[in-house]
C-alpha cells in the first residue's frame, strides 16, 4: 500500500469535516493541506 496515493483523499475527507464543525478554521485547513500536498509531492514519490 502507498502512503502518497491515500494521503489526499484522507486529507480532503478530515478538512471537510473540520470545515463543516467549525467554519472559521476554512483558511488554516486549507494552507495546511496545500503544505502537506506540495511537501508529499517534493519528498515523496
Known amino acids: 500500500m502507498n502512503l502518497t496515493t491515500h494521503i489526499g483523499p484522507v486529507a480532503a475527507l478530515v478538512a471537510g469535516v473540520l470545515i463543516l464543525?467549525?467554519?472559521?478554521l476554512l483558511?488554516?485547513?486549507?494552507?495546511?493541506y496545500l503544505i502537506v500536498i506540495g511537501a508529499v509531492g517534493l519528498f515523496g514519490r
Open 27 to 32: 483558511n488554516f485547513i486549507v494552507a495546511i
Open 21 to 24: 464543525l467549525m467554519p472559521r
